[in-house]
């Protein structure tokens, strides 16, 4: 079976056929890095890791080219920057270095190319440039707006304002607020550049505006989406001219379907004169907690890094590679409620595979009914029913590396467990001892205390006829 993909543009289920077809060009938008980043936002990084890894395994490992972008011009960058007393550079390294390591973490490979915002300031202007020469886009007190209606009056080849949130510019403009900024002519323009206030990170401004200024949020992935994917593969890609500046493959989470994929699609179809941006449209449901969207606003959310390191969830640690399939034990496009319970059932999965791989180091093929069924919408779900199926421990690991699983041996996943505990293997064994000698003195309660005790720090005891051993239980 070939690959099959939802598009959220289309609202179906189709066949994937890359543009070039050999060559697949994707882009998810990344992290805005002003803090750490939480589990939910670690869903589109994992269920886009995925992808790649398909990707590379139908097309071949050099046939991919996958770009993920870091926000690091935002508000929330300049005020956590000014309240931390550090220049922006600095957080916006800072909070880099600690996503990447996160995310390496989670068993992510790196994408072919991460562009920074603040490195493509130069494509952004020359994109606003194109919009205001052709009509779409208007200054108006040192800002620059984009107006969906001009769009929707030049239509031909172009599409319609709203076909991907499957909104029409009437109802948008009918239900817009009534507070609308006075320099703009509808309430549906969107910014591309406005002035920076003191303080702020300024560049030179397009368009003959004077004082320097700053982007607006969606040109962006605009500008890095075209200089990654479509002019550094100038005369390396073919493809038919229409398609000129089209990729193949667009991802993030479904709350940026509105306002910014449909706004990237507006800004680039109008300054590049393409019918689409990309052909596919991928959108990953919402991790949620007790029903609501993680989400810094909320309050309710739990970083990556405190997962990985700290006892606040569920009172221990967890593996990167726990995290990651108990995200991948739900299909991609459906909500994923976060609790304890589910990282316990992920960890459990992997002891089991653990201990049927041992210490094979792998060279095994993915099982075909694992990689039928990723090539399926990456149904995540079914692979992993399949995976539970597999007898033969090479293909097993294959087909768990293919989710980017079961990297390590059995015994270095154990030797991670047991480095993971909060007490020492030394005091173990003298509660042990303690706990045998209170069994010589008839004191039971001292013995299950003992137990008990070992118990909540994941250890546990096993009374054979050989004396008493322990494991690493959770
Ligand atoms: P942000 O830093 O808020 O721009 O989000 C970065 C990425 O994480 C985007 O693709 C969002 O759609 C995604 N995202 C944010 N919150 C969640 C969530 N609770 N569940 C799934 N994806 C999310
Ligand atoms: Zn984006």
């Known amino acids: 079976m070939a690959l099959r993909l939802y ?47 398909l990707l590379r395994l139908v097309y071949g490992q050099q046939s991919v080219t996958y770009v993920r972008n870091i926000t690091d011009v935002d508000d929330k960058i300049n005020a956590r920057a000014a309240e931390r007393g550090i220049t922006i550079r600095e957080l916006t390294d800072q909070t880099n270095a600690v996503f990447q390591a996160d995310v390496k973490a989670l068993g992510c490979l790196e994408p ?35 107006s969906p209606a001009a769009m929707d009056s030049a239509r031909g080849k172009l599409p319609r304002y709203g076909a991907l949130a499957n909104r029409s510019l009437d109802e948008m403009i009918a ?32 368009c003959g505006i004077a004082s320097e200024g700053r982007p607006g949020w969606h040109i962006e992935c605009s500008a890095m989406s075209w200089k990654r994917l479509i002019a550094d593969f100038a005369g390396k890609i073919s493809c038919e001219a229409a398609d000129a500046n089209v990729f193949d493959i667009h991802g993030g989470g479904i709350d940026l379907v509105f306002p910014h994929h449909e706004n990237e699609i507006a800004q680039s179809c109008c300054a590049l004169d393409a019918p689409r941006m990309a052909n596919v449209w991928m959108h990953n449901g919402f991790l949620q907690v007790e029903g609501e969207k993680m989400s810094k606003s909320l309050g309710n959310f739990i970083t990556i890094n405190e997962l990985l390191t700290s006892t606040s969830f569920g009172g221990r640690k967890w593996h990167g590679d726990v995290l990651r399939l108990a995200m991948l034990r739900t299909h991609y496009r459906q909500p994923i409620d976060w609790t304890v319970k589910a990282l316990e059932e992920a960890e459990k999965t992997l002891d089991v595979w653990y201990a049927q791989v041992g210490e094979s180091a792998g060279e095994g093929e993915v099982a075909p009914a694992v990689r039928e069924a990723l090539e399926d919408d990456l149904n995540t779900v079914a692979a992993i029913a399949e995976l539970h199926k597999l007898t033969d421990t090479k293909s097993l690991k294959a087909s768990a590396n293919l989710f980017g699983l079961l990297q390590l041996t059995q015994s270095q996943w154990l030797a991670l467990k047991q480095a993971d505990l909060d007490i020492d293997p030394a005091e173990i064994d003298q509660l042990i001892a303690d706990r045998l000698a209170a069994r010589a003195a008839k004191n039971w309660a001292e013995s299950d205390r003992i137990r008990d005790l070992l118990a909540a720090k994941g250890v546990a005891l096993k009374d054979g006829k050989d004396g008493t051993t322990w494991e690493v239980k959770r």
């Open 7 to 53: 598009n959220t543009l289309t609202r179906t289920k189709e066949a994937f056929a890359p543009i070039d077809p050999a060559h697949v060009r994707m882009y998810v938008c990344g992290p805005t890095v002003y803090d750490f980043a939480h589990i939910g936002n670690a869903r589109p990084i994992i269920v886009f890791d995925v992808l790649y890894r």
């Open 112 to 146: 072919d190319v991460q562009p920074r915002a603040t490195e493509h300031i130069v494509e952004m202007r020359d994109l606003i440039e194109k919009l205001v020469q052709k009509g779409f886009a208007y200054v108006a007190e040192e800002h620059v707006l984009f």
């Open 175 to 206: 239900g817009a607020r009534v507070d609308v900024a006075p320099y703009k002519r509808e309430a549906t323009d969107f910014v591309l550049w406005k002035p920076s206030k003191a303080g702020e990170p300024s560049w030179p401004s397009p």
